[in-house]
């Protein structure tokens, strides 16, 4: 495919504003692409949400099927008017191409887009190949989530996420997971010249607040890759006005694990922590936890990621650095499928991701579909 229609795939897919709750139309987009092939494509549409659709399309024949995921979903932006330019309008300017999603993901979903169009329209499908456009990555990994429960990976031999990795130079093998929490505490309102007459909700939250500090600090292993869980308090909303004995307050917090730490295990250190203080009388503290995501473990020695390491030196002429993730993935839910499957995550975007201007080099861009396909042909063979 000549490159002039590689960027037209990808001006089209950041031209779609899917901020989460609108992904259903870049599975529109991605489906008319497949369109002219019948028969020799498989398409399942899995609607997860009104407006908001997983797709998942199958090429070729094997007993083995690679994995390929790139998610349909981008972040916001908070302030399009500190964009240089319409931050959904595909921009080009200096050899890169401007734009949301231009980094994280679209442009790792297109490369993998423009291989597999390549290898039907030259009749040169290596085997069985599988693409997940899933939504809503950016807040919680439930497409992959419902992807995965309804056995859509059960079958892979691998898999590759198109995330960003520094314009093709590195290879994520692992990853951190994602625990986000909520604690509500339940007072009761009073005037603030009787405070005996209420019960402060936002004393509840403090007495957590200062607790769960050390309390994640004990979780202190270091990951020789990733590092060390990492804890923040990250909301803290209570109380209506100055002179009220606040009756409700929230704070939420943002932990990320590492494989030395399963999530249950901090689930359980949580839930004993708000136990212990409810015990105190006119506590009422309840905890919630959202999309949590485990840790993702994987090896530098592993056979799909030696093998990525092979073809970038093949096409690339330079060795690939192997990596970990400190942002959760779609891998952290593909993992649970059946199997015994490496997932890895190569794609061209680069650091500018969520940010403004976000940005891909173009010639990272041309050369992850060349990259994709020459992956696929090895991984076959």
């Not at 694990?257 to 136990?275: G, H, K, M, R, S």
């Amino acid at each position: 495919m000549k490159q002039e229609a590689q960027v037209a795939i990808l001006a089209k897919l950041i031209s779609i504003n899917s901020v989460n709750g609108n992904e259903a139309r870049v599975a529109d987009l991605i489906e008319s692409l497949f369109q002219p092939y019948g028969d020799r494509v498989q398409i399942d549409r899995v609607p997860f949400a009104p407006g908001r659709d997983n797709l998942v399309v199958t090429i070729g024949e094997g007993k083995r099927t690679l994995g390929f995921c790139g998610h349909e979903d981008v972040v916001a932006t908070d302030n399009p008017d500190q964009w240089t330019s319409d931050p959904f309008v595909a921009t080009i300017r200096n050899g890169r191409l401007y734009g949301r999603g231009a980094s994280d993901m679209k442009s790792g979903l297109a490369a993998m887009l423009v291989m597999m169009l390549d290898m039907l329209a030259t009749d040169s499908i290596p085997g069985r190949i599988r693409l997940f456009a899933t939504v809503g990555e950016e807040t919680g990994e439930y497409g992959a989530a419902q992807l995965t429960k309804a056995g859509y990976a059960d079958d892979l031999a691998g898999l590759i996420i198109g995330e960003p990795t520094n314009g093709l130079s590195e290879v994520g093998y692992t990853a951190k997971g994602v625990i986000d929490y909520s604690v509500t505490a339940l007072g009761k309102q009073a005037h603030s010249s009787q405070p005996e007459n209420g019960i402060n909700a936002v004393d509840q939250l403090v007495d957590f607040a200062s607790q769960v500090r050390p309390l994640m600090a004990s979780f202190n292993r270091v990951n020789p890759i990733l590092g060390k869980l990492t804890h923040v308090q990250s909301v803290f909303q209570g109380g209506q006005q100055i002179n009220s004995v606040p009756a409700r307050a929230v704070v939420k917090g943002n932990i990320r694990t590492i494989p030395e730490y399963p999530n249950q295990v901090v689930f359980d250190a949580l839930n004993q922590l708000v136990d212990r203080l409810n015990q105190q009388p006119h506590y009422q503290l309840k905890l919630q936890f959202s999309y949590p995501e485990e840790a993702m473990p994987g090896s530098k020695d592993s056979a799909l990621v030696k093998l990525i390491g092979k073809v970038h030196e093949e096409l690339l002429a330079s060795p690939i650095r192997p990596t970990g993730q400190t942002s959760a993935s779609d891998g952290s839910e593909f993992l649970h499928a059946r199997g015994n499957f490496d997932i890895a995550l190569i794609g061209p975007g680069n650091d500018s991701k969520h940010q403004t201007d976000e940005y891909v080099d173009l010639t990272a861009f041309y050369q992850a579909s060349r990259f994709y396909q020459q992956l696929a042909r090895e991984f076959f063979q």
